[in-house]
């Protein structure tokens, strides 16, 4: 079992690591030289393979330790988003436009940290694949490796990840058995008709105001629709349309998205989206086009994996810091992918309050480097617990 010692020692490392990823930031499926350097890394801690390139710039470097079989998975993301920075930091990003500012770099570095205390320790048994994926924010990286064929070429029985929590105490870790974070659909819509003089409204149509009816009507998804002990979410997030002040446009678009933790949430909605959508463009006279898009799925943690994540964490900072009793997001996550197909766990590290523009993807978001200690004992606790040596 390692000791506090060797985890202290590194932890300045892990921390110049992530400072040098937050100031190279890279968008989904662009993240060529945060792969690389990742890669470097893990060949230089001597990994039996390091595996590049799937399902895009994905990493996966694989350790062996004894003569068993089981094996883990551990998870962290590469991406970035396209966020300009203002945090002042003299680490800050030196890519216009894009930071890091949900915490990957804090992940990645934090899974190489582990990568390294476990392969100089190798005090496990089994087979351990830390994987490395691009694209979480917003493309689906995990399908787009599970697609690439991770789970066939790197087998688990289960996978597990972490996600700095800013609102959860420092220093306490959450995660609970069922659904911890939403699935996620989006959907476009556009009505569409004839314009008209603002002035002689009467020689067209009126999608703006079509659009307006429908802002309003599609909430009676949420409140009319669904059990009320249900959590579902139905936001629209843009309109567009016009581009003159004395025309009426003849075409408006909007985007939304639909947040839920009940699978059949899905197919719910996009069945009364489009025949709320129908009924206005109808009574206005117009066309109504629905782009219905299903996202990811909700993040369903499985007992037994998460039961060991449990342990883990309580070892790491005591039974009395982790909860397992708190209600979950409405945010989303594409480690659901992995789970769904493997099985697993997604703890939630606590960094405590953070004030305006300073939470997740805000662009004064500043990552809490205090926690690095903590999930490097958690990962180390859960491969050791998970897959003890004989």
Known sequence: ?????????????????????????????????????????????????????????????????????????????????????????????????????????????????????????????????????????NEGGSLRMIEDGLLRRFPVEAMYAVHNWPGVRLGAIAARVGAQMAA????????????????MPQLGDDPILAAGAFVQAVQRIVSRSVDPQSALVVSLTQIHGGNVGNIVPGKVWLQGTCRF????????????????????????SLKATLDYKKGYP?????????????????????????TTEFSPSLGCEDFAFMIREAGGCYAWIGVGDVGPGEGLHGDRYVFNDEIVPIVLRYYVNLVEQTLPAS
């Open 261 to 284: 933790f009940e699978p059949g949430h899905s197919d719910h909605c996009e069945k009364l989206i489009g025949e709320i959508a129908g009924g206005i463009a109808a009574a206005h």
């Open 184 to 199: 996620v659909d989006n959907f476009e819509l556009t009505f569409e008709g004839i314009g008209a003089h603002a002035a």
């Open 1 to 137: 079992m390692l000791h506090n010692d060797p985890i202290a020692a590194l932890t300045p490392e892990v921390i110049a690591w992530r400072h040098h990823i937050h100031s190279n930031p890279e968008l989904g499926f662009d993240e060529n030289e945060t792969a690389r350097f990742v890669a470097e890394k893990l060949r230089a801690f001597g990994f039996d393979e390091v595996h590049e390139g799937i399902g895009g710039t994905g990493v996966v470097g694989v350790l062996r330790s004894g003569t068993g079989v089981r094996a883990i998975g551990l998870r962290a993301e590469l991406d970035a988003l396209p966020v300009v920075e203002r945090t002042g930091l003299p680490y800050a990003s030196r890519n216009e436009g894009v930071m890091h500012a949900c915490g990957h770099d804090g992940h990645t570095a934090m899974l190489l940290g582990a990568a390294r205390l476990l392969s100089q320790s190798r005090a496990f048994d089994g087979i351990v694949y830390f994987i490395f994926q691009p694209a979480e924010e």
């Open 298 to 322: 909700p993040l369903i943690n499985t007992a037994i994996a998460t039961a060991r994540a449990v342990e883990a964490a309580a070892a790491a900072v005591g039974r009395e810091n982790v």
